[in-house]
């Protein structure tokens, strides 16, 4: 049977994967080709220059033995980098090779001996933990389903989570927007759908990136001239999440590039899961065809927890800390703020610090103390309860009044100016404040915000209205 450049390969191949992890096998060895075998040095075509530096950084010890074991102390590895063009056209992408070389040739032949420490030859954009072999997930397992507690603000995007956890790229939540404000756990979420999936599926790549840090690395491999080694790389992902994509408002490079990958991975079946303070339709300087491929999947929204929900969410805290504390505490406490998880998470530590450096008994004055204090410190976002209610009270009527459908000038008046507050004081989006007021949509919401200027600048009543009730709302 005569030795093949193919056989020799296929051996290599059985060994390597014996003593490499399936997942660093699967994403590192399963995408190259043996292509000729000549003067005992095997001919290897692997997919991007990244590829050949990665091997050559991590594999390096491995393919020696494994080639060795084949064909002697005297082998050699050639590697021939042929990277497919990544906005879609069919012709192979050619690297640029010496012109007394240049003819035909569709690739370039990089003759390395084993172990060949070039300096230069790094990984074009450094991901923290891109280490042991594999690509680690960046995921946080503190962040999971279980202390994911669901209540009405959040059942949709949880629901949504575990749909898209139990079989990713295989629902039509593909991508996975969740937004909301700040503190109410888009990240927990991301994280925890995560950490499912690498819990039922441990061969998938899942990698969690702040859209900051992808911005950041995609600038250094610009720098560097390795953009398509970049894109290459988040392409051989199987579920990418992207916390804070409103990051990418106004920086068209990162948004060009991000397009692409997005089209790859979609287009193959990937999951895509995204977070950001906003919906789509509220994102500003976010390109249209990318604002319309976050339009494709689900977009979720978390809302501020209801007062069931933030009693729940406080009693879970203290079960896994394993600390008591009377219910009448706990319900003041959930009571007094509504903001956000992370505003009622941070009281509750407070109060069970202060009790326990200070030896006091966890009363409900301590918590008053605590709560006031607290609040006090916090940069707190006016609620549009509050909102609804302070510009109920100034126009004499009811919330229910304030909501209702009626087309009376007055009570539409006031409803225009509850949307107008609640746009300029909460970072709530526009679908969200029409739900609560009224169960109006977003473009109401947007009219709203617009006749109240136009109002505020022609008629001096209505700019009276305005000035009492901005007076009423600050806090």
């Not at 859209?211 to 992902?237: C, G, L, P, S």
């Amino acid at each position: 049977m005569s030795v093949t450049a193919q056989s020799v390969w296929h051996n290599c191949l059985e060994f390597i994967k014996d003593n490499i992890q399936p997942q660093a096998y699967k994403t590192w060895f399963e995408p190259i080709k043996a292509v000729k075998l000549a003067d005992n040095a095997l001919s290897i075509q692997v997919p991007s220059k990244f590829f050949y530096e990665w091997l050559e950084e991590h594999y390096v010890k491995i393919l020696k033995v494994s080639l060795t074991k084949e064909l002697g102390e005297t082998a050699k590895l050639v590697y021939i980098i042929k990277m497919e063009n990544t906005y879609g056209n069919k012709q192979p992408f050619t690297e640029r090779i010496p012109s007394s070389n240049r003819s035909a040739v569709k690739s370039q032949e990089v003759d390395v001996p084993f172990g060949n420490k070039n300096p230069e030859l790094r990984n074009p954009f450094v991901i923290p933990g891109i280490r042991n072999l594999q690509i680690e997930s960046q995921l946080n397992p503190n962040y999971s389903f279980e202390n994911f507690l669901e209540g009405d603000s959040n059942r949709l995007a949880r629901s949504a989570g575990l749909a898209v956890a139990s079989k990713p790229g295989g629902t039509s939540f593909n991508p996975l927007l969740i937004f909301g404000g700040v503190g109410l756990g888009k990240t927990h979420l991301a994280h925890a759908i995560g950490v499912d999936i690498k819990d039922k599926y441990p061969e998938k790549t899942v990698l969690y990136i702040s859209a900051e840090k992808f911005t950041q690395q995609y600038i250094d491999a610009v720098k560097k001239n390795n953009r398509n080694d970049f894109i290459h790389f988040y392409q051989i992902i199987d579920v990418l999440i992207i916390d804070d994509v409103q990051f990418l408002s106004g920086k068209t490079g990162t948004q060009d590039v991000f397009f692409h990958i997005f089209n790859h991975l979609h287009q193959n079946g990937k999951q895509v899961i995204l977070t950001s303070d906003k919906a789509p339709v509220d994102m500003q300087d976010i390109e249209q065809r990318l604002l319309s491929r976050f339009k494709w999947g689900l977009s979720a929204e978390l809302q501020n927890p209801d007062f069931e929900t933030r009693v729940s969410i406080l009693k879970n805290k203290l079960y896994r800390d394993g600390v008591e504390m009377p219910d009448d505490i706990i319900e003041y406490v959930a009571k007094n703020i509504k903001s956000n998880v992370r505003e009622l998470e941070g009281a509750i530590i407070s109060l069970i610090a202060q009790s326990s450096f200070n030896k006091k008994e966890i009363t409900i004055d301590l918590a008053k103390q605590i709560v006031e204090k607290f609040v006090k410190n916090t940069k707190r976002e006016v609620s549009i309860d509050y909102i609804q209610k302070t510009v109920s009270d100034y126009f004499q009527m009811d919330i229910s009044t304030l909501q209702s459908k009626t087309r009376k000038r007055h009570i539409v008046q006031a409803r225009q100016l509850a949307m107008f507050f609640a746009k300029k004081l909460t970072k709530a989006s526009l679908a969200s404040i029409g739900s609560q007021i009224g169960q109006r949509d977003h473009a109401t919401v947007l009219h709203a915000c617009k006749t109240v200027d136009n109002l505020s600048s022609t008629d001096k009543q209505f700019k009276k209205y305005v000035d009492d009730i901005t007076k009423k709302l600050s806090i």
